[in-house]
């Protein structure tokens, strides 16, 4: 009685091993892959529904656009509202604008340095406000984010429109 593998037995052995191995390594780098992307498009949504929400807000709470520093139906836009928020010692007014600095969207209230509201791991790459009435304004942004690398699963756009509305009182 002989005991041990034949080389046939060790050859398949190792064959299915293989494959196993492979499909095993497959699902991995894809879970990675898929992993990344999911990351990117969370960003980018995140994003975008901050600095939408954020915007929207002020603009509810201001008093009126402010259209002489306004950049209205051009990519980038600048948006200057007139508010009661924010008012520096003596001041019955102030304003704060919405504009893009160093591919980020940021907020800078009168007299103070520009504050990001946008990560730094996206850039907005369309920002466009329209006055659609006297009390309204319509926002349309789009954020891409900024990948370390050229692949798909790194790759990541997101496109949002919002219209919000002066309270009138």
């Keep these: 009685m002989r005991r041990g593998f034949t080389l046939t037995e060790v050859l398949i052995y190792i064959a299915v091993l293989a494959i196993i191995m492979?499909?095993?390594?497959?699902?991995?780098?894809?879970?990675?892959?898929?992993?990344?992307?999911?990351?990117?498009?969370?960003?980018?949504?995140?994003?975008?529904?901050?600095?939408?929400s954020i915007m929207a807000r002020e603009i509810k709470e201001a008093k009126s656009v402010y259209t002489p520093t306004s950049v209205f139906d051009?990519?980038?836009?600048?948006l200057s509202l007139e508010t009661t928020k924010y008012l520096p010692s003596g001041e019955t007014v102030s304003y704060l604008d919405f504009f893009i600095c160093e591919r980020r969207l940021c907020l800078k209230?009168?007299?103070?340095?520009?504050?990001?509201?946008?990560?730094?791991?996206?850039k907005i790459s369309n920002l466009v406000f329209s006055q659609i009435a006297t009390t309204s304004i319509q926002i349309n942004l789009k954020i891409d984010y900024l990948a370390t690398s050229t692949r798909p699963e790194y790759q990541a756009s997101f496109s949002a429109t919002s219209t919000a509305s002066l309270r009138t009182y």
């Design 22 to 52: 492979a499909a095993v390594s497959s699902f991995l780098l894809w879970q990675i892959s898929s992993n990344a992307k999911s990351r990117a498009i969370r960003e980018t949504q995140n994003n975008a529904e901050q600095a939408l």
């Design 74 to 78: 051009v990519n980038p836009g600048q």
């Design 109 to 122: 209230k009168e007299s103070q340095d520009p504050v990001a509201i946008t990560s730094a791991t996206v």
